[in-house]
């Protein structure tokens, strides 16, 4: 629908398999947001809404976006080393790696890396693939750090022709529906969602008139 045209079969099954492996994970920040909201009682409209902005975020739904927009500027398999060094050294984040919750590597990691490979390899942007494996072997071997799911993503979906401004949309279409059942569980047995926090301030401070300040 996005070029007018019928997708290959590579290209179908490394999307259903994207938007599969993206429709839920637990209570990532979304949709933890999605469940505060609707803790509330407010309607499920407002609970989207509240996820979609979490997943606004480049920490989050950007991700693969940042990691499309590293490979561009690394632009050969010849840079890779010197890139990811730089990075480093710099004490830099480097986008599409490590997880919050995965300790030992992104078990939806390893879908998307041979969808990336077959769809590079389909398209003749198998350079892109070799660089984003050259890059996980670098940062596996001096970070000790792991691909998730957003790192192979990136080349999945710019592989097909994809605007790397619809990378989150696209996530979104999926992750509705995990906001979707998340904010459905909440209804279902609802309280609401109501933190508390340990003040870590000054304590025995006196007022000090505004003038005086």
Avoid: C
Wanted: proline residues 3%.
């Amino acid at each position: 629908m996005l070029f007018g045209e019928e997708p290959t079969e590579v290209q179908e099954e490394g999307f259903n398999k994207a938007l599969i492996l993206h429709a839920d994970h637990e209570l990532n920040a979304s949709t933890f947001t999605a469940r505060v909201a609707v803790s509330t009682l407010s309607d499920m409209y407002s609970g989207v809404v509240a996820a979609a902005g979490a997943l606004k975020g480049p920490l989050h739904g950007g991700a693969n976006e940042q990691v499309m927009k590293m490979l561009s500027e690394i632009g050969s398999i010849d840079n890779v080393e010197d890139y990811i060094n730089k990075k480093i050294e710099n004490k830099e984040k480097i986008m599409g790696f490590g997880h919050r919750v995965y300790k030992n590597g992104d078990p939806r990691a390893k879908y998307l890396k041979e969808m990336s490979r077959k769809i590079t390899d389909e398209t003749g942007q198998k350079e892109l693939f070799e660089i984003s494996v050259k890059i996980a072997d670098l940062l596996k071997e001096k970070k000790g750090l792991l691909p998730n799911v957003d790192f192979y993503s990136a080349t999945v979906y710019h592989s097909m022709g994809i605007e790397h401004d619809l990378f989150t949309p696209i996530f979104a279409v999926s992750r509705t529906s995990g906001w979707i059942a998340h904010i459905l569980e909440q209804y279902k047995d609802n309280r609401i969602i109501r933190p508390r926090a340990n003040y870590i301030g000054e304590v025995g401070r006196k007022y000090v008139p505004v003038e005086e300040r």
